[in-house]
């Protein structure tokens, strides 16, 4: 009886951290909402985008059936949180009768602008790293990791195909995202890069941003860790050699669609991180 309600005590404060990252997920949204509200005149699109709001109830509902979460509560939330979207921006509680703002209208030049340099106002308005690390914590450390092998299956296919990798084989190189607070340790498993739980025997650190930065090729490794963007600790053989294989990765081999997610999301990176630092 004692140990079922130390149990039961334990669950509730689990449960009550988990309601704190859902309203901290929910202030993210807020800020982001805000965000996007400052950007679509810019872009030459209206506040209200119907289009936009059915394609995010679509992601929600997908994602509740992969969680097993009940379809009709998934949608109450997503009406909720697109109900309190639309309240922040002024538009009128439903999408359908949202008065004149029916579709969203695409200008010429849609294309997110190269020079992101001008939206620095806007990019200050986004949480910096060090505040989105605890709503990352939030997430199950096998969802991160089951991400993260992924993308890396993705990202280094064809080293993996042809044996470059193969000096992981047995070895632990240690990621760490020291603004995210985040620290994977990755090995080559049955042809895999994996995710294994054992201290590092090499680790390279770096910001978020830097190693955005070295996976999209925008900055080369050389660049990054003369500048001590990233460090090497630990093991320097072993260092050096995965530094001297990121420096040779074939960028061709990597699925266009992912090279530009990634090249994107690191000049984004790198623009919010001049605006934070210009404040
Ligand atoms: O993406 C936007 O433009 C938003 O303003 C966010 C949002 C949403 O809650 O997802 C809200 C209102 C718009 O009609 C479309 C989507």
Known sequence: MRAERFALARTRATIDAVDDGMLLLLAARRRLVRLAARLKPSAGLVASDPARESAVRQRGQRLARRLDVPAGTA???FDLMIADARAQQGLSDDADQGGQDR??????????PNDLSRAAPMLRLLPPPRRIAPLLRVLPARWQHALLERAMARVLAAPIADGALDFMAGRRLGIEVSDLGLCWVLSLRD???VVVDDRPEASVRGSA????LLASRLEDADTLFFQRNLVLTGDTELGLTARNLL?????????????????????????AREAHRQR
């Open 209 to 212: 941003t830097d190693l955005l």
């Open 103 to 112: 579709s969203p209208v695409m200008l010429d030049g849609m294309n997110p």
């Open 75 to 77: 949608a109450h939330l």
């Open 191 to 193: 042809g895999r890069l």
């Open 247 to 271: 420096d040779r990765l074939p960028w061709e081999s990597v699925p266009l669609g992912l090279r530009i997610a990634l090249n994107r999301g690191a000049r984004f990176a790198r623009a």
